[in-house]
């Protein structure tokens, strides 16, 4: 049923462990292949977009691309000592973060996509959080992780 999974972990350490978790069992009971996905932390101000170069999306970045690879890798590593057959990417936090996350999946061949999520917040009704985002584009399953 689920042959390629991607987990999509971020930089919150109980939830990405649940995602983690959720991969692994998946992976385990349908025999399947993870790829552990996470896009670099980034922030953009309006300010910062309204003075951006065209092409250019401006960006501070939150975290380097070491600490999301060692976030990456260390996920791979568990897994891979589970018994389940793992691979990571780390995206570049270039753009949107749930249209990153769908494109290493479709890269992928993502069966089914694993995200944590946070419950609900009001800055999620009014501007989108990131599993709201996947779950309404993605082209194949998503589990929502709490």
Do not use: W, Y
Not at 27 to 44: I, K, Q, T, W
Not at 98 to 106: D, S, V
């Amino acid at each position: 049923m689920f042959e390629r999974i991607v987990a999509a972990i971020d930089s919150d350490p109980d939830r990405g462990a649940r995602v983690e978790q959720a991969a692994g069992e998946l992976a385990l009971a349908c025999g399947a292949e993870v790829l552990v996905a996470h896009v670099l932390d980034v922030e953009r101000s309006s300010r910062m977009v309204a003075s951006a170069k065209p092409g250019i999306p401006p960006a501070l970045h939150l975290e380097s691309e070491e600490a999301a690879r060692a976030l990456v890798d260390g996920a791979v590593e568990r897994l891979r000592n589970a018994g389940v057959r793992a691979g990571g990417e780390v995206g570049t936090g270039a753009g949107s973060t749930a249209r990153e996350l769908l494109e290493i999946g479709r890269g992928f061949g993502a069966t089914v996509i694993i995200v944590g999520d946070r419950g609900a917040h009001m800055s999620d009704v009014l501007l989108g959080s990131v599993a709201h985002k996947v779950v309404h584009l993605a082209e194949c399953p998503v589990l929502l992780v709490r």
